[in-house]
């Protein structure tokens, strides 16, 4: 009896291993060649722009050869949907938005692209700000920027469930204005504790917005809907965001540092306007 009880509570966990090792893997990835940046513009002549791209072929190019060992580990996790649909069908992509979720879906967008297209200023220009503005050549400040704007946003899912969605979108956005504020003013000043600290927070308020974005899009599909809608949030993130990257990259080489981080910035909140221009948060 033990045995039976014990054994779906195993595959749970063994699912739960799987999907966290999948997604560490990914992440790291892309997170560890961001500390050499610094190497790699010197030794291979590269220009800010041309790092800066490499975060654009990221996106453009996500389908993030650790595909393939996912799809070797996928056998091993715990089946979770029980009705079954043609293999047509899964394999469609879900480019259109369910009428139900047309209401949120564009606040919803909104707040991913601006999490993540500020994001990118860190993933693919945080060498490089911290040559240029922190005078630093140890590997350790870059990482410690691209770590910090990642690793606290998991403070953000709670913080957002403890609240309701209206105010954690609000509030989210509020302290993502503050804290990119403060990382602007740090970053010209060379102040290189402060901006850290503003770092974290930036991380934090870009979790509260994600989490209360899904939490909005979940509420209102239908649970079998549930991996597409996943699946048409993550799309639209990351093509905004290539467009963020691209963009950035454009001026990367001419304007300064600092200048570009608050255009990607301009640029992603822009994406936020319809959003609030809807009456998703009036309810």
């Given at each position: 009896m033990t045995e039976i009880c014990d054994a779906p509570n195993a595959k749970d966990l063994r699912s739960a291993i799987i999907a966290a090792c999948a997604m560490l893997l990914t992440f790291a990835a892309v997170a560890v060649p961001v500390p050499l940046y610094a190497e790699y513009k010197i030794a291979l002549g590269l220009t800010d722009a041309d790092i800066s791209l490499t975060m654009v072929s990221y996106l453009a190019g996500v389908l993030i050869v650790l595909m393939?060992?996912?799809?070797?580990?996928?056998?091993?996790?715990?089946?979770?949907?029980?009705?079954?649909?043609?293999?047509?069908?899964a394999i469609k992509p879900l480019v259109r938005i369910p009428k139900n979720l047309r209401p949120v879906f564009p606040?919803?967008?909104?707040?991913?692209?601006a999490a993540w297209g500020t994001g990118v200023f860190f993933q693919s220009l945080s060498t490089p700000a911290a040559v240029t503005y922190f005078q630093s050549t140890d590997p350790l400040i870059p990482a410690l920027m691209f770590a910090l704007a990642m690793a606290p946003s998991a403070l953000g899912g709670p913080m957002s469930a403890r609240t309701t969605t209206r105010f954690a979108v609000y509030g989210g956005t509020a302290l993502l204005c503050i804290s990119y504020a403060?990382?602007?003013?740090t970053l010209t000043k060379g102040m290189t504790v402060p901006f850290l600290i503003a770092d974290g927070v930036f991380s934090v308020s870009t979790g509260i917005l994600l989490s209360a974005s899904m939490h909005m899009?979940?509420?209102?599909?239908?649970?079998?809907?549930?991996?597409?809608?996943?699946?048409?949030?993550?799309?639209?993130g990351y093509v905004g965001s290539t467009a963020v990257s691209i963009a950035m990259s454009a001026i990367a080489n001419t304007l300064a540092l600092s200048t570009v981080l608050m255009v990607g910035f301009a640029i992603s909140m822009v994406f936020m306007i319809p959003g609030f221009a809807t009456k998703a948060l009036r309810k």
């Open positions: 393939m060992l996912n799809a070797i580990l996928l056998p091993l996790a715990q089946e979770t949907v029980t009705q079954r649909i043609t293999i047509r069908k606040l919803a967008a909104g707040c991913y692209i403060i990382l602007w003013v899009l979940i509420s209102y599909s239908d649970p079998a809907d549930s991996a597409s809608v996943v699946s048409l949030i993550n799309f639209t």
